[in-house]
């Protein structure tokens, strides 16, 4: 039985220590203007009513702040005695420690930080840092016993080594934290427990600016698509046929020679790398490891695996729909050349969409196609190793004190509730695209852990080099993955069966 749940229990002890070692008044004016005379007359009243009104709005005033008080999840005037409070940005930089006028979500912030400040008499600075560094700091730290910092904002990878070595303070265990509050991100708590069912991080959705980032986005060309005169993929979403067989047929319609020249001057798809392989799989229910009777598996040497890389490898190689690059080429070329409309379909993570709000022509963004032989949910996604995750350290830290400025960081901002996200997302991210926007969160509902990417080390690039014998036609797909699946196998014995 194939499960993700269980990649939560995985320890890399030995990847840790070898890692730590080695080294973010209601429509109408008070005057009447702008109402009819009746209006204007009944705002008259006598000196004697507008007294206890005021006295009423006084008291409804206090009364609410009084229940604000009530609801609030920490005592806004709890006395920190001075305590120095460390966030460590080695990663997250302008998260947690922006400049000031850059950004309005960044000088709330600021005015946060001062707010608590002042409030509870502490100081919260700052550790800006490379990863070298930072290891550097922890390792000192856990030998010395002297805090390093309170907070780092970690991605997955380095959250699973720190909590698989003890470096981390328990979630589930502290005060002011609650971490079934709506604010805490909903979509990856799964992801981020330990083997003792706790959380030892968190991510949130409290600020505006905030969102998930799930892998395998296919972005498309609304115009293009309309131009050539292509089936609209969201209907076929919609429809449950956005499907590899359909797609396939689109890319062969979307690649053409428009001006006559011999040459084509529009392809189906372009991407960096070989995500087009890595969706494929994923999308098609392969995963680089699963659990089976409890026991870790190497899960690429299967017809599932199989078939997804003969997929790609049509689409590169033998209908040559995939727009490719020299080996050399800047990273940025695929994109440049979606958004100048030299292909219909381009691959990449969600972050992307943002950019293409400057071009002429349209955009949407869909998951990659479902595949024939994937069982569970669609649409398909991952977590990567670039997913964001935010912890306390515990040693030398005063984790009450600790949790009750965290929690307060992570507040909603004033006039922004909780779900703001949402709507900010949609209007700067997604450019007001509902469609994409639903099946967005759609994704982050569905979305896995790419097992050996964030758990697994130097060993995913194993796995790369074998979808790169495929792209390149070396080894059949079955060649290709067979050739690291005893390798493989044993890291996974040895360190998880």
């Not at 609801?71 to 920190?80: F, I």
């Not at 639903?438 to 080390?457: H, Q, R």
Request: hydrophobic share 35%; with cysteine; charged share 25%.
């Amino acid at each position: 039985m194939k499960t993700t749940k269980r990649f939560l229990m995985v320890v890399f002890a030995l990847m840790i220590m070898l890692s730590v070692a080695a080294c973010s008044s209601n429509g109408k004016e008070a005057n009447g203007v702008g109402g009819t005379e009746e209006d204007a007359d009944s705002t008259e009243v006598s000196s004697t009513e507008d007294a206890g009104q005021d006295a009423s709005d006084r008291l409804s005033e206090a009364d609410t702040e009084a229940e604000k008080e009530e609801t609030l999840s920490y005592d806004p005037n709890l006395d920190l005695e001075g305590y120095e409070y460390v966030i460590a940005c080695f990663y997250g930089q302008d998260v947690w420690h922006p400049e000031s006028g850059k950004s309005e979500m960044g000088d709330l912030l600021l005015e946060r930080y001062r707010e608590i400040e002042e409030q509870n008499n502490c100081t919260i600075k700052f550790i800006d840092c490379t990863t070298d560094e930072f290891l550097d700091g922890i390792n000192t730290s856990a030998a010395s016993g002297i805090k390093y910092a309170d907070q780092v904002h970690l991605n997955m990878d380095m959250y699973q080594r720190l909590m698989s070595a003890g470096y981390l303070t328990s979630m589930n265990e502290l005060p002011y934290i609650n971490i079934q509050d709506e604010k805490w991100n909903p979509y990856y708590k799964e992801v981020i427990t330990g083997q003792d069912g706790n959380l030892y991080g968190l991510d949130f959705l409290s600020w505006p600016n905030r969102k998930p980032y799930p892998d395998q986005c296919v972005f498309f060309n609304k115009t293009l698509v309309q131009e050539l005169g292509l089936t609209d993929p969201y209907e076929m979403y919609d429809k449950g046929e956005w499907t590899w067989e359909n797609f396939h047929k689109l890319l062969l319609d979307s690649t053409r020679d428009t001006n006559g020249d011999g040459e084509n001057d529009i392809y189906g798809i372009t991407c960096v790398g070989n995500l087009l392989e890595y969706a494929a799989l994923y999308s098609n229910g392969a995963h680089t490891f699963d659990v089976v009777d409890g026991k870790y598996q190497f899960g690429l040497a299967d017809d599932a695996a199989y078939k997804a890389l003969q997929f790609t490898s049509d689409i590169r190689n033998v209908d040559q729909t995939f727009l490719s690059f020299p080996e050399d080429a800047h990273w940025g070329m695929p994109l440049d050349t979606f958004k100048a409309h030299g292909t219909v379909f381009f691959m990449r993570d969600i972050i992307y969409f943002q950019d293409l709000k400057d071009n002429d022509h349209e955009f949407g963004m869909l998951p990659f196609p479902k595949g024939p032989d994937l069982q569970g949910n669609y649409p398909m996604a991952t977590w990567n190793a670039d997913t964001q995750v935010q912890s306390i350290l515990k040693i030398g830290t005063d984790v009450e004190k600790a949790a009750y400025i965290f929690n307060r960081i992570t507040e909603p901002f004033d006039g922004y509730p909780v779900g703001e996200w949402e709507s900010y997302a949609l209007r700067n991210h997604f450019m007001k695209d509902e469609k994409a926007f639903s099946i967005f969160k759609e994704m982050c509902e569905n979305a896995i852990p790419d097992g050996f990417y964030v758990y697994g080390g130097d060993n995913y690039g194993k796995i790369s080099q074998a979808l790169y014998d495929t792209i390149n036609q070396t080894k059949t797909p079955a060649e290709a993955l067979n050739s690291i699946q005893e390798e493989l196998q044993t890291y996974l014995d040895e360190n998880y069966n």
